[in-house]
């Protein structure tokens, strides 16, 4: 079992940066890969970034790469988003997920967050 919260969410204008943080519960977080996720009003969850257990590889969705970076630190429990460049479009709820397959499709991942706002103002 492993429990998220996720964190640093918030109100930032176009061209800005933030930074979330998703803290995972339990001893195993480093057998999981790890994903980020979100969801716009009116719209569906969507992939955003994903990440395998050792950090060595990620994959990310065409309209947040080279922008977007997902990173994770095994002693922490923490996987991290590092969000450069936001633009109105990337406003929603961001959540993480842990996983024991990697892949970019939602049901791969059994453990999710509550999520963070991100608002990202014109």
């Known amino acids: 079992q492993v429990q998220l919260a996720e964190s640093g969410g918030g109100l930032v204008q176009a061209g800005g940066s933030l930074t979330l943080s998703c803290a995972a519960s339990?001893?195993?977080?480093?057998?999981?890969?790890m994903g980020w996720f979100r969801q716009a009003p009116g719209k569906e969850r969507e992939f955003v970034a994903i990440i395998t257990r050792s950090g060595g590889t990620s994959t990310y969705a065409d309209s947040v790469k080279g922008r977007f970076t997902i990173s994770r630190d095994n002693a922490k429990n923490t996987v991290y988003l590092q969000m450069n460049s936001l633009k109105p479009e990337d406003t929603a709820v961001y959540c993480c997920?842990?996983?024991?397959?990697?892949?970019?499709?939602?049901?791969?991942?059994?453990?999710w967050g509550q999520g963070t706002q991100v608002t990202v103002s014109s």
């Open positions: 339990g001893r195993t977080f480093s057998t999981y890969a």
């Open positions: 997920a842990a996983g024991t397959t990697y892949g970019t499709r939602q049901r791969l991942y059994d453990y």
